[in-house]
Structure formats: structure tokens, C-alpha cells
Nanobody
Framework: QVQLVESGGGLVQDGGSLRLSCTVS????????GGWFRQAPGKEREFVAT????????YYGDSVKGRFTISRDNAKNTVYLQMNSLKPEDTAVYYC????????????????WGQGTQVTVSS
């Protein structure tokens, strides 16, 4: 059974920072492409960032480029999302995702999802 568990969400002020973590259990994480999506109330799930198995391929959604950084530690089976210069419009539930079939992903057709962690940015 593959499980993805996110942590690190919370409440932060406009301009602040948070780091999200996603730990994968059930298979060696190095065999997965990893990534993050988010979903705000009343909106569709949105691509945030993705990282390939080796870490050489990294892509970001336009709304977070230059502010968010995705990384991974395969020895710890964990992918991270460092979020800086947070804005109120970044408020959403953030979901970790993983896929064994793809080099990386930018749409929601992925194999595995975490339960999500709430990020709230106050103005």
C-alpha cells in the first residue's frame, strides 16, 4: 500500500514562508516522479510544481515561479516544497502527488495522492 503523508502547513502572514514535506511509504521513492498541487475553495485543483526521479527535471506553475522551490531526498523518501513570499492568493489545501509511470507531471492524472495540508496566508 502506497501512502503519501504531507506536513508543514499552517497559518502565515503575507510575505512569510513555509516548507511542506511529503513522505512516501510503500515503495522506494526514487522510483517516483513527485509533485504538488493545490486547491482553493470553489476552484479547480491547480498544478504547483513537479520534480523527476533524479531531480534533474523541475517545473513550476506560473503563479509560483520564483517564489516556490521543490526538492527531494530519495534517501528519506521525501519531497519538499519551500514556499517564500507567500500571498493571500496562495491560500489553499496543498496536495502531494507521486507517479511511477511518468518522468514528471503537470496535470491531475497522477497515480497517488496525499490527503492534503492546509496553507492559509493572512493579509
Amino acid at each position: 500500500q502506497v501512502q503519501l503523508v504531507e506536513s508543514g502547513g499552517g497559518l502565515v502572514q503575507d510575505g512569510g514562508s513555509l516548507r511542506l514535506s511529503c513522505t512516501v511509504s510503500g515503495r522506494t521513492f526514487g522510483t517516483y516522479a513527485g509533485g504538488w498541487f493545490r486547491q482553493a475553495p470553489g476552484k479547480e485543483r491547480e498544478f504547483v510544481a513537479t520534480i523527476s526521479r533524479s531531480g534533474r527535471n523541475i517545473y513550476y506553475g506560473d503563479s509560483v515561479k520564483g517564489r516556490f522551490t521543490i526538492s527531494r531526498d530519495n534517501a528519506k523518501n521525501t519531497v519538499y516544497l519551500q514556499m517564500n513570499s507567500l500571498k493571500p492568493e496562495d491560500t489553499a489545501v496543498y496536495y502531494c502527488a507521486a507517479d511511477t509511470r511518468l518522468l514528471y507531471f503537470t496535470n491531475i492524472q497522477v497515480e497517488y495522492w496525499g490527503q492534503g495540508t492546509q496553507v492559509t496566508v493572512s493579509s
